[in-house]
C-alpha cells in the first residue's frame, strides 16, 4: 500500500505542477528574457514579443494540460489500488511516460503557435 501511495503521489506531481507554472506563467510571467528561467527555446528568446507570447500561450496550454492529466492520472493508479508492487510499479511508469509525452507535446504546440505568430507560418520544405 505504501508502494501505492508514494506511485500516486509521484504521479501527481506533474500535472500539479503544471498548473501552478502555467498559472504563474499566464499571471508573473518572467519580465525580461534570460537563460535561467522561463520557456527558453531558441525561437521563443528572438525578441521580447516572442518572449512575452511564448508565456502566455504555455502558460494557458500547461493549465489546460495539467488539469486533464490530474484526474486522469489519479482514476488510472486508483484502479490499481490494493494490487502487487510490480502491478502498481508498471502502471505508474505507463503514466508517468504519458505525462511526460504530453508535456514535451506542448513545446511542439508552443513552437508552432510562434511560428505562426512571428514567422508567417511553418516553412514547408
Not at 499571471?27 to 507570447?53: C, E, H, L, V
Not at 508492487?85 to 511508469?93: A, C, K, N, P, R
Not at 509525452?101 to 505562426?116: F, G, H, P, T
Request: aromatic residues 14%; hydrophobic residues 50%.
Amino acid at each position: 500500500m505504501w508502494f501505492w501511495f508514494f506511485m500516486t503521489v509521484s504521479n501527481l506531481i506533474l500535472p500539479v505542477l503544471m498548473i501552478v507554472l502555467g498559472k504563474v506563467f499566464v499571471k508573473k510571467p518572467p519580465k525580461q528574457i534570460n537563460g535561467f528561467y522561463g520557456y527558453r527555446t531558441r525561437r521563443s528568446m528572438k525578441n521580447q514579443a516572442a518572449w512575452d507570447f511564448s508565456h502566455l500561450y504555455c502558460g494557458k496550454l500547461w493549465r489546460k494540460m495539467g488539469w486533464f492529466m490530474l484526474p486522469v492520472s489519479t482514476m488510472v493508479m486508483f484502479l490499481v489500488i490494493g494490487k502487487s508492487d510490480d502491478i502498481v510499479g508498471v502502471v505508474g511508469g505507463a503514466v508517468i511516460t504519458a505525462e511526460c509525452m504530453v508535456l514535451l507535446s506542448s513545446i511542439i504546440l508552443v513552437e508552432r503557435a510562434l511560428a505562426k505568430q512571428f514567422d508567417g507560418g511553418i516553412k514547408q520544405k
